[in-house]
């Protein structure tokens, strides 16, 4: 992913562009990823499927990184460190004017696709955590039904069993 980068203030729009362009890519990878694992939260049948999106998801979001940390490397090369944390769109503006137009097209649709996995990731986290309230429910009102008192949590801690409604009153 890393390559060798000409330092010339000329290319160096260029080399951002590109390196803006790789991480869309990477971004588009990663929301398809996301909407895979909606897809598959909501036709749920068998948590193996979500556990390989979630590695997919992980591993896309290391490339991910590795490709802004790459772009801000280039940032930084031209312009110190405290300017690079103001914003793009102030960068933009010091850049060669050919290239404004095209980076900001580019940023505008690279926090589009960022901005739109954001809100799926959230949403398919809100799924998973019914799910696994459903499921801890259930489980406890099966564990209250046969008498269990304790169950174990998942560093191994004795913990109490939920207690809340009956099943049903004798």
């Known amino acids: 992913m890393t390559t060798h980068h000409d330092s010339s203030p000329a ?7 590109e390196q803006l362009v790789l991480e869309t890519e990477i971004a588009k990878q990663f929301l398809q990823v ?3 694992e909606s897809a598959e939260l909501m036709a749920f049948s068998s948590p193996e499927p979500l556990h390989e999106l979630a590695q997919k998801k992980w591993q896309i979001g290391q490339q991910l990184e590795a490709a802004y940390k790459e772009r801000m490397q280039l940032v930084q090369s031209r312009f110190p460190v405290s300017e690079t944390q103001s914003s793009l769109t102030a960068t933009l503006e010091k850049l060669d004017p050919q290239q404004q137009g095209d980076l900001a097209k580019q940023w505008h649709h690279y926090n589009a696709l960022v901005s739109q996995a954001k809100n799926l990731n959230e949403n398919n986290a809100i799924m998973i955590h019914s799910y696994l309230k459903y499921n801890q429910d259930a489980l406890d009102s099966l564990n209250r039904a046969a008498g269990v008192q304790h169950t174990y949590d998942g560093k191994g801690m004795r913990k109490p069993v939920n207690t809340g409604k009956p099943l049903a009153s004798a």
Not at 11 to 17: A, E, G, H, K, M
Request: a neutral charge; zero cysteines; proline letters at 10%.
């Open 11 to 17: 290319s160096l729009p260029r080399q951002i562009l």
């Open 34 to 36: 996301l909407n895979d």
